[in-house]
């Protein structure tokens, strides 16, 4: 067997990236459906209700004194960027769940922005350590176009699941589409199965 110099073939596909995903390196790209809004975390708050044993919400103070966590991986968009070995740090969903104390009947998730954007997760996607709101990205606070002073963090799923500016979760008893959800995209988001639109 003989090799051209300088020929080394194709280069492997780094496993992080899910099918149809290119790394982006450095760069985060911006994206977002709406204005950017300019927030101050004096009057911030955070707000978990519906099927809840107790409607319960957080000023900044309020929830930054709660225990800290941290994630560290990977987040993919829709429009096939992933940008790898991310670190963000927050508290987690399960944190915030646990003091408002879901009804049985609980099932999905509708998470809403200070904007009025809205997303939706079935339960089952923002508990068991899978799902945060964070206000620190690789040690610093959390940009305001990439959501600070707060966004919520799924990073299993497509990134327009980790809505920016977030303000609330509501627990329903039944799914709810968001705003991209209503215009054509999957209702899910998993990048491994490439649920990109409705129908995919």
């Known amino acids: ?52 044993k107790e409607k319960t919400s957080w000023t900044w103070a309020e929830i930054m004194a709660l225990p800290r966590s941290q994630f560290m991986g990977d987040i993919h968009c829709v429009t096939t960027w992933s940008k790898l070995g991310v670190s963000f ?30 997303t939706n997760l079935p339960l089952a996607d923002v508990t068991n350590g899978q799902a945060w709101v964070v206000w620190e990205y690789d040690g610093r606070p959390l940009a305001r ?7 919520l963090l799924v990073p299993h799923l497509y990134f327009w699941k980790s809505a920016k500016w977030v303000s609330g979760l ?21 990048p491994w199965k490439e649920q990109r639109y409705q129908g995919d």
Do not use: I
């Not at 627990?171 to 988001?189: A, I, K, S, T, V």
């Open 1 to 52: 067997m003989t090799f051209t110099r300088g020929f080394s073939g194709r280069r492997a596909r780094d496993p992080r990236l899910p099918p149809g995903q290119y790394d982006v390196g450095n760069d985060w790209p911006v994206l977002t459906a709406e204005a950017t809004p300019r927030l101050s975390t004096d009057n911030w708050t955070f707000t978990v209700d519906g099927l809840v």
């Open 89 to 118: 740090a927050g508290v987690s969903v399960d944190t915030l769940l646990a003091a408002a104390q879901p009804e049985p009947s609980a099932s999905y998730v509708l998470a809403s922005s200070t904007t009025g954007y809205t």
């Open 145 to 151: 176009e990439h959501g600070g002073p707060a966004r």
């Open 170 to 190: 509501t627990l329903m008893d039944h799914d709810q589409p968001g705003f991209w959800e209503q215009n054509g995209y999957h209702d899910r988001g998993d």
